[in-house]
């Protein structure tokens, strides 16, 4: 079966400084990783997607995250934060052997981040 | 380009009453659809996915029940719903399986009184 931690449900960071989100994951497979962002009555928007090339993947808005596999970690950055940075961030694990929902998708619980003016 | 929608934005029904709500897709052909819910404060919970016409899969018991009588139309339907079933629904799409990302529409906000 495959998981994926959250490991904080809040984040707060002030304006101008770096953002930390993480992540963590179990699967017995290699699976695909993602980070989605979600903003207050809002869709969930895809900010980047890892599926076993480079290990440090570029997404939208700045954001970047790393694949660690010996960590079984994807943890998402930033260098700066914006007030609009402010919202709900899932990471999601795709495997279809994992025994996850559709597709083999597992969602993280979220973590609600909170920008500091 | 591909676009989804979902309609009504936001509703309010009492106790008891039916519950239809649409999505559809724009772009894509012979898509993956999955309607979830959001709790407050809780995270996604995949209520129904359907690989194509007719073809329906639950991964919940509940009261509600989902239907795709179009390739690029699924609908969350309820007889009669209950206090439980507020919350946040969205519906997403995917093409092909295992790395697809999914696709996400801009949600419905149900409020049952």
């Known amino acids: 079966a495959q998981s994926v931690t959250q490991l904080d449900s809040h984040v707060s960071v002030s304006e101008g400084t770096p953002v930390l989100l993480r992540c963590n994951y179990s699967?017995?497979?290699?699976?695909?990783l993602f980070w989605y962002v979600q903003h207050p009555n809002k869709g969930l928007q895809l900010l980047l997607k890892?599926?076993?090339?480079?290990?440090l993947v570029k997404g939208i808005n700045g954001f970047e995250a790393e694949f660690k596999k010996s960590e079984t970690s994807f943890h998402l950055t930033k260098p700066s934060a914006h007030m609009s940075d402010a919202a709900e961030y899932f990471c999601?694990?795709?495997?279809?052997?994992?025994?996850?929902?559709?597709?083999?998708?597992?969602f993280g619980k979220g973590t609600h981040l909170i920008i500091q003016p | 380009s591909q676009t989804i929608h979902q309609w009504p934005a936001t509703l309010v029904q009492p106790v008891g009453s039916p519950l239809s709500l649409e999505c559809t897709v724009e772009?894509?052909?012979?898509?993956?659809l999955y309607w979830y819910r959001q709790a407050a404060g809780r995270g996604l919970q995949l209520l129904f996915y359907?690989?194509?016409?007719?073809?329906i899969s639950s991964e919940v018991p509940q009261n509600l029940s989902a239907s795709r009588p179009q390739d690029r139309q699924f609908i969350l339907s309820s007889k009669k719903l209950l206090l439980s079933d507020s919350g946040f629904y969205l519906c997403?799409?995917?093409?092909?399986?295992?790395?697809?990302?999914?696709?996400f529409g801009p949600g419905t906000r149900l409020t049952v009184t």
């Open positions: 772009g894509t052909s012979n898509p993956n």
């Open positions: 997403a799409w995917s093409v092909g399986t295992g790395e697809a990302e999914q696709y």
């Open positions: 699967s017995s497979y290699s699976p695909s």
């Open positions: 890892y599926t076993s090339a480079a290990t």
């Open positions: 359907s690989v194509g016409i007719g073809q």
């Open positions: 999601v694990v795709s495997d279809p052997r994992g025994g996850g929902g559709a597709d083999g998708l597992t």
